[in-house]
């Protein structure tokens, strides 16, 4: 209890206009962070898809009757785990996705999974190109705090890189949009 009391009193505060902005959490780069989900879907998403549906062929062994080394290590098992992986993987961003608020889960679904246009995404949820921008970056901030939240459950934070961007980053560790 003495130690949460702690925490409050270290907490800031920073007055801006009308904001009251609380100082326990980096400040988040929205646009950056958006540019990484985009990212995140067009490419690393695509690529686990494919990995975790690839399968693995099981084949009964080939018995010639001619004496062979033993490989070291198990390939197949090897091969299988990565795979398991993957698919674990997959599952851990659908949960992120379903997190989500139902705006922004329409919205990240529409985009990202089922590929629609923006205009199209926009029309679908009734909101004017303007709006539906502003709510796809929420909806990407939204996305890359549940898949942070998830990721960490699997108890293992190299799995997915954390899609945050954050205002005293150096502006490096954006991902470029192409």
């Not at 950056?32 to 690393?44: H, I, L, P, Q, S």
């Not at 998403?45 to 990995?51: D, E, Q, V």
């Not at 995404?121 to 990407?140: D, F, M, P, S, W």
Request: with cysteine; proline share 1%.
């Amino acid at each position: 209890m003495a130690h949460s009391s702690q925490l409050l009193n270290k907490v800031y505060y920073i007055k801006t206009g009308r904001v009251l902005k609380v100082g326990l959490l980096k400040e988040l780069d929205v646009d950056g962070t958006t540019d990484n989900v985009r990212y995140f879907f067009k490419d690393e998403y695509a690529r686990l898809c494919r990995l975790a549906g690839g399968g693995i062929k099981l084949t009964s062994p080939q018995i010639d009757g001619m004496p062979r080394a033993s490989a070291t290590g198990n390939s197949m098992e090897n091969q299988m785990v990565k795979v398991a992986n993957y698919h674990l993987l997959v599952e851990t961003i659908a949960q992120a996705l379903n997190a989500c608020s139902l705006r922004s889960r329409r919205i990240l679904i529409a985009k990202f999974i089922q590929n629609k246009k923006d205009w199209e995404v926009a029309n679908q949820i009734g909101y004017e190109k303007t709006r539906y921008y502003h709510y796809l970056k929420i909806a990407c901030s939204e996305f890359a705090d549940t898949l942070e939240r998830y990721t960490s459950l699997l108890g293992d934070a190299d799995l997915l890189e954390d899609l945050h961007v954050y205002k005293d980053e150096k502006s490096e560790q954006r991902v470029n949009k192409q």
